[in-house]
């Protein structure tokens, strides 16, 4: 199959294709972590080239639950109609098979309730990092390692507990300080990838 990964620097799901024998090309305004078959550019350029498969990670900067108290301010701007305009734009694209994945967060109410959701732990990473996947003529993803995940510890082995009594999640308590964060969070878990390979392709 000829597919495209949209919005995707980091070249984990491209290359997970590319194993299996299909034609996996990834775009993304930055440059592809891992060389291979990407288009550095705006995915419109390239959309209507004739896919098969699109699996498109649309930024959730805007759209995320997890930035909520932000979200009047990206109302006020238009940054989050925007967001929402290009995550739409995606999923009306004319491509027989679709999968666009994003955080828990608007897009539940401004396209659809999602699919399915993921966890990192159920495709054998320690980590919880609820995921939509909204799915267009593709199955929904099953799991293929579940693991125990490890949330963050305080220096006596407790759980580190928020004031709601939730545990901390590594991946969305990253330290904001860190100059890669934004990045680092947006990463595509190899297990997820390969599930997708595997089951999709």
Not at 5 to 13: K, Y
Not at 76 to 102: D, M, P, V, W
Request: aromatic share 12%; hydrophobic share 35%; proline share 5%.
């Amino acid at each position: 199959m000829k597919i495209l990964i949209a919005c995707e620097f980091s070249g984990i799901i491209r290359e997970a294709f590319r194993k299996k024998g299909h034609d996996a090309w990834s775009c993304d305004l930055l440059p592809s972590d891992i060389y291979g078959k990407h288009y550095q550019g705006d995915v419109f350029d390239v959309i209507g080239n004739g896919w098969d498969m699109m699996i498109a990670h649309p930024p959730c900067t805007d759209l995320s639950a997890s930035g909520a108290r932000w979200w009047k301010e990206k109302r006020a701007t238009g940054r989050q109609q925007k967001s929402i305009e290009f995550f739409l734009k995606l999923a009306g694209a004319n491509i027989q098979k679709i999968a666009i994945e994003n955080p828990v967060g608007i897009m539940s109410k401004q396209y659809r309730k999602p699919d399915q959701y993921i966890q990192p732990y159920e495709y054998g990473h320690p980590e919880t990092k609820k995921t939509c996947l909204w799915l267009h003529r593709l199955s929904k993803l099953k799991p293929t390692n579940i693991v125990e995940p490890d949330y963050m510890r305080n220096q006596d082995g407790s759980f580190k507990l928020d004031k709601k009594g939730k545990r901390y999640s590594r991946t969305h308590f990253m330290s904001g300080r860190n100059p890669n964060r934004s990045k680092l969070r947006s990463l595509t878990f190899q297990g997820w990838a390969d599930a997708m390979a595997e089951q999709w392709g």
